[in-house]
């Protein structure tokens, strides 16, 4: 069965620590995507990338970077968490092309106290 | 820019009861159209899907058409069960090449009560 995994389900940090969210795929899938999940506002795009070392920012990537080493895993770095940071994080991979369907994992839930 | 608009939850309706979750889209060219689902304590996970004008996607008893001239792809249910409770996404896909990102709708939650 195909798999996205999210390291933390529950995350609780200070203000101003770095953060790391890693997420991990075993599906060989050629793109990686960071949403955040807030209510009433859905999921808006971090950042996402579309092969090893490549990424591209999505629609709110302030306070936020990426890395990929190695084509399985995702890593979303928050270099100074921030209250406003306070949010469910979900990473999601798919093959390359439009259209193809998102495997997500289940999510953690970040709270920046 | 491209964006996606879902009506207001929640929705509360007793087992049984049909379905309709209204989306809206604005969109150059010519997007694909997604349901998304997310049960409690879970990731999203694909509903079903359209991807070009009058094509009609279905999964589960669920249904939504791609209607062009209306930019909708509302989602219908003829008989709705208490396990059809989540949080349902509008997606359609957004950019340019093979990035495969999608621009979400900010979520209707379903309620269905015994």
């Known amino acids: 069965d195909v798999k996205v995994t999210q390291s933390s389900r529950y995350l609780v940090k200070r203000t101003g620590e770095k953060v790391f969210l890693e997420c991990v795929q075993d599906?060989?899938?050629?793109?990686m995507f960071w949403y955040r999940q807030d209510p009433g506002l859905g999921l808006r795009l971090i950042y996402f990338?579309?092969?090893?070392?490549?990424?591209e920012k999505g629609d709110i990537p302030e306070g936020y970077s990426v890395s990929r080493e190695k084509k399985e895993r995702f890593s979303l770095i928050l270099e100074s968490a921030s209250t406003n940071q306070t949010s469910m994080y979900l990473c999601?991979?798919?093959?390359?092309?439009?259209?193809?369907?998102?495997?997500f994992g289940s999510g953690t839930q970040l709270s920046v106290l | 820019g491209n964006s996606v608009t879902q009506m207001e939850g929640p929705v509360t309706l007793s087992e049984e009861a049909f379905l309709t979750i209204n989306c809206t889209y604005t969109?150059?060219?010519?997007?694909?159209l997604f349901w998304y689902v997310q049960y409690p304590g879970e990731g999203l996970q694909l509903l079903l899907k359209?991807?070009?004008?009058?094509d009609k996607g279905s999964n589960k008893g669920f249904e939504a058409t791609y209607r062009k001239e209306t930019t909708s792809f509302h989602l219908e249910k003829g008989s709705v069960q208490v396990s059809d409770s989540a949080v349902y996404f509008c997606?359609?896909?957004?950019?340019?090449?093979?990035?495969?990102?999608?621009?979400f709708g900010q979520g209707t939650t379903l309620q269905v009560k015994p």
């Open positions: 990338s579309y092969d090893v070392k490549m990424k």
């Open positions: 359209a991807t070009k004008a009058d």
């Open positions: 969109a150059t060219g010519y997007p694909s």
């Open positions: 599906m060989d899938h050629e793109n």
């Open positions: 997606a359609l896909s957004g950019g340019s090449g093979n990035t495969g990102k999608l621009i």
């Open positions: 999601a991979s798919s093959l390359s092309g439009t259209a193809q369907k998102l495997f």
